[in-house]
């Protein structure tokens, strides 16, 4: 275990390894009371069987390393996407699972040492906790380690989200710590102070949260015995804040520009049958493993993908669409469907310590895991082009850059009544916005197989291989 | 700065001894409620909620 340690350095207890395309776990010899405990206790099986944990195996370890006490293969994740990339839906069920997690770790007498979004992914719909080395021994009358981390990083965004819109989702990424509380309580609406949960967990604990102590006042504090919580004093608290998330059930919306596209914004029912028959036809074709469906809007062709695929991930701008197409996915009880926010403008890049704890939007959906597979642009090159002032060839890298093999793009040319209406109140030429002149673009990635015209419009369809699939393009 | 020095999870640990003793309360009328079910011989039925929520 020579190398750099990115993914997992806050971690004493063990460490995260990517080895040749695999993730490996490294079990510490200092975590080894509290592993064995969680492992023979039933803790791990009981959170397994909920789905709230991902699984792994013990592997024979036969490195040198004598700080090593288990080798643990986990579950493969193929892709995960971030927190500030969550619809308020995804951070509720977050939270709740955080929640119930702690609540069954508590009644086998552990708790969970750290509260990150960032230890979770989404599997099949359901939010799955993949950090196995987070669990430590509760202590009766010690307090929750983990609460300030709780209420600024779970707590603070689905309150934040819950009162003034979904956006606040995205500020995660401003500050990965979490949002300080006394900032997050300036934010949050005056009726939040009549929220219990909100009124103990965030206002009045942004008063305390930065309490100047000296040595003396903290000598003095140590010295109190109970200072903390009994486990029946905990499993009230979380089941004070369970009841207040599950009851907090949409974000305040304040964005509906998308929702109800096709219903009463489309052109015309044929050219959605039309279009919903060639992509099939083309996906039954190329027969990718992914379809990553850029743009997605409220998932309609994401979900005819799903039929065809293996895996399905959608990216789409406005949060009220992820929203809406989570809350298909729970509905329909779709496993193989996973929704991001993400602006194609805007993508993520790596960040986090040196750049390299995190990953970019390209580089996980690089992975050799999905492949191959099929972008899927419907409908968006207008919307970058003219909106996001994407050139052409901007647009062609951008496709390219996920790396797949396939490449299926809907034009929508200059007269059509969408574009006009994007383009009225610019004042630019926008001559070379023509079929001709992106087919040109991306033909430097790409190489055409099919264009189809799509009946009941102008617009057209354009099926294309990448010259160099497989091959990194980032 | 000064304020850099505090370390930041004391205030957050002072907050919850508080909260300790307004969960003494809270546990207090809990185990009062809890008697008073099991007088009356009603076994507590499951929440609707948590049944809507399970995040299955």
Not at chain 1, 150 to 157: I, R
Not at chain 1, 327 to 337: D, P, S, V, W
Not at chain 1, 419 to 424: A, D, E, G, P, S
Request: charged share 25%.
């Amino acid at each position: 275990m020579t190398q750099a340690n990115y993914i997992s350095y806050k971690d004493t207890a063990a460490r995260v390894v990517l080895e040749e395309g695999v993730y490996y776990r490294y079990i510490f010899n200092e975590y080894k009371k509290e592993y064995d405990a969680f492992m023979q206790s039933g803790l791990y099986e009981a959170l397994k069987a909920k789905g709230y944990l991902i699984s792994h195996e013990e592997l024979n370890y036969e490195g040198n390393d004598a700080t090593v006490y288990k080798l643990l293969l986990p579950e493969q994740i193929h892709f995960q996407s971030y927190p500030f990339c969550w619809s308020y839906t995804q951070w509720r069920k977050a939270i709740i699972t955080y929640l119930e997690i702690n609540k069954i770790a508590l009644s086998y007498g552990m708790i969970l040492k750290d509260a990150t979004p960032f230890n979770f992914f989404f599997k099949e719909g359901r939010a799955v906790l993949l950090d196995t080395s987070s669990f430590e021994f509760f202590k009766e009358g010690t307090p929750w380690l983990a609460y300030k981390q709780f209420c600024a990083e779970f707590l603070s965004p689905i309150a934040l989200m819950h009162y003034n819109g979904q956006i606040w989702s995205g500020m995660v990424k401003a500050n990965l710590k979490g949002l300080p509380l006394n900032f997050v309580s300036k934010q949050l609406p005056i009726k939040s102070w009549f929220n219990l949960t909100c009124l103990l967990h965030i206002h009045m604990h942004a008063k305390y949260a930065n309490t100047e102590v000296t040595v003396q006042q903290e000598n003095t504090r140590k010295s109190k015995v109970q200072e903390g919580f009994t486990k029946e004093k905990l499993l009230s608290l979380v089941d004070m804040i369970l009841s207040t998330v599950k009851k907090w059930k949409q974000a305040y919306n304040v964005n509906k520009q998308w929702q109800g596209y096709y219903e009463h914004d489309i052109e015309s029912p044929i050219y959605l049958n039309q279009k919903e028959e060639i992509i099939k036809k083309w996906l039954s074709d190329a027969k990718p493993k992914t379809v990553i469906d850029l743009g997605a809007n409220t998932g309609r062709f994401s979900f005819l993908a799903a039929k065809e695929v293996e895996q399905v991930i959608a990216l789409e701008s406005d949060y009220n669409c992820v929203d809406a197409i989570e809350n298909t996915i729970n509905k329909g009880r779709l496993k193989n469907i996973t929704v991001m926010q993400m602006d194609l403008a805007e993508t993520t890049p790596n960040f986090g310590a040196l750049e390299k704890e995190y990953r970019s939007i390209f580089q996980r959906l690089s992975n050799s895991h999905l492949s191959p597979s099929l972008v899927m642009g419907l409908a968006i090159v207008h919307h970058l082009h003219i909106t996001n002032f994407l050139s052409f060839a901007h647009i062609a890298e951008l496709f390219a850059r996920f790396n797949s093999k396939y490449l299926i793009v809907e034009f929508v040319p200059i007269e059509d009544s969408k574009v006009q209406l994007l383009i009225k109140n610019k004042q630019k030429d926008f001559s070379s916005y023509t079929q001709e002149n992106f087919t040109a673009a991306l033909l430097k990635y790409f190489k055409l197989i099919e264009v189809k015209k799509i009946q009941g419009s102008k617009r057209e369809l354009l099926f294309l291989e990448n010259i160099e699939s497989g091959e990194n393009v980032n | 700065m000064f304020i850099l020095y505090i370390d930041p999870g004391t205030g957050s640990l002072l907050f919850q001894a508080l909260l300790s003793g307004f969960l003494t309360i809270v546990v207090f009328f809990k185990r009062i409620m809890a008697f008073i079910k099991l007088k009356l011989g009603s076994s507590k039925e499951t929440d609707k909620e948590d049944q809507e929520h399970d995040p299955s």
